[in-house]
């Protein structure tokens, strides 16, 4: 007996939302990367203090960073956007020939 073919994906069985553990995860990530962000943007400004435009920019840039990675890691995260792979029976069609139109 033939084995039937298996889809490259598996079928969803659930529309369940990411574990706690998981979200907090991804969350503490963010929130580490925004705040990493922080500490090269002041070293920068300094580095560049003699070009005034361009420390100033790095530095008007570093003052929101910590309230910006607060707000989007407490933020929730949005429900993932997958391409569902649900089962689809084979359904034979009845006729497969065009059919002609009569305008009139």
Not at 9 to 30: C, F, G, H
Not at 85 to 93: D, F, G, L, P
Request: glycine share 2%.
């Amino acid at each position: 007996m033939a084995e039937p073919q298996r889809a490259a994906d598996p079928v969803l069985i659930t529309d369940a939302a990411r574990s706690y553990e998981e979200e907090l995860a991804v969350r503490k990530r963010r929130y580490k990367i925004m705040m990493g962000m922080r500490i090269p943007c002041m070293v920068l400004a300094a580095v560049f203090y003699q070009i005034p435009w361009l420390a100033v920019s790095l530095l008007v840039i570093s003052i929101p960073l910590p309230w910006m990675a607060v707000l989007i890691a407490n933020d929730r995260l949005p429900r993932k956007a997958e391409d569902v792979s649900r089962y689809q029976a084979e359904r034979r069609q009845i006729e497969r020939r065009e059919h002609p139109v009569i305008d009139g």
